[in-house]
């Protein structure tokens, strides 16, 4: 099976910077894309931002704050998120669009990890 583990997730105060970290492991053949979303109590989870063949994407909210980046040969994704605002306050989850051993396509998720920013 496949695997998605987060770190680096904390309280920040406002203004500040964190760096989210997603490693996957296990029956990977290929990884096809690795993203970030997030969500908070009662919302729908929301795309912050995407990697795919080169090409990224992200949230107009966190456009020229937060950047992904992909160590390809180590299956990890990151997301430094620099000036940081009380409304980036959510439940982070990796994402991973993968190929496996077995050759299927599979949608995995990260078990999430919280950011807080707040004073």
């Known amino acids: 099976q496949v695997q998605l583990v987060e770190s680096g997730g904390g309280l920040v105060q406002p203004g500040g910077s964190l760096r989210l970290s997603c490693v996957a492991s296990?029956?990977?053949?290929?990884?096809?894309?690795m993203g970030w979303y997030r969500q908070t109590p009662g919302k729908q989870r929301e795309l912050v931002a995407v990697?795919?063949?080169?090409?990224?994407n992200y949230a107009d909210s966190v456009k020229g704050r937060f950047t992904i980046s992909l160590d390809n040969a180590k299956n990890t994704v990151y997301l430094q998120m620099n000036s940081l605002k009380p409304e980036d306050t959510a439940v982070y989850y990796c994402?991973?669009?993968?190929?496996?051993?077995?050759?299927?396509?599979?949608?995995?998720w990260g078990q999430g990890t919280q950011v807080t920013v707040s004073s």
């Open positions: 994402n991973a669009k993968i190929f496996t051993s077995a050759h299927y396509f599979l949608n995995s």
């Open positions: 990697s795919s063949g080169g090409s990224t």
């Open positions: 296990g029956s990977i053949f290929s990884i096809n894309a």
